[in-house]
């Protein structure tokens, strides 16, 4: 009798485990969640309240580790110390340094120091601009 009673019980813990793993994976997307003031303090629930905004779940972040981060907030503040007529001039030199090193790796092996020169001079104003 020991041993059905043991079976019993372990069948029912195994029972309990099932179904305690199947209500888990129930999707809890499905109900909204509410961000509400109560007693001027925050409060989340699932039902609407008055003055009470819907929240969803947070969209989860794609990161590559491979890439490198964008560089554009050290740039754009670079750049806003310096005057109009700099920054225009940054804009053209960056343009004009992609166009010049394109050509020059366009020339391969053959390239010159004279097919090199205008890329450093570009390369060098841009660097004293402090683009």
């Known amino acids: 009798m020991k041993k059905t009673g043991m079976r019993r019980g372990i069948t ?10 199947v209500a888990g994976l129930a999707p809890a ?10 007693r001027g303090q925050i409060v989340y629930t699932q039902l609407p309240c008055n003055g009470g905004k819907e929240v969803g779940p ?3 972040r794609k990161t590559d580790k491979y890439t ?3 560089q554009d907030r050290a740039k ?4 806003a110390q310096l005057t109009l007529e700099a920054r225009e001039e940054c ?4 343009v004009r340094i992609k166009e010049q090193d ?6 391969g092996p053959a390239a010159t120091v004279q097919d090199e020169t205008p ?3 570009s390369k060098l104003r841009f660097n004293e601009l402090k683009c």
Not at 76 to 79: F, G, L, N
């Open 102 to 107: 394109a050509e020059f790796k366009a020339k």
């Open 68 to 70: 490198p981060p964008p």
């Open 119 to 121: 890329l450093v001079k």
């Open 12 to 21: 029912v813990a195994m029972g309990a485990a099932a179904l305690m793993a």
């Open 29 to 38: 997307q499905d109900t909204p969640t509410y961000k509400c003031y109560s």
């Open 76 to 79: 754009v503040a670079r750049r």
């Open 91 to 94: 804009s053209a030199l960056e």
């Open 58 to 60: 947070a969209t989860a």
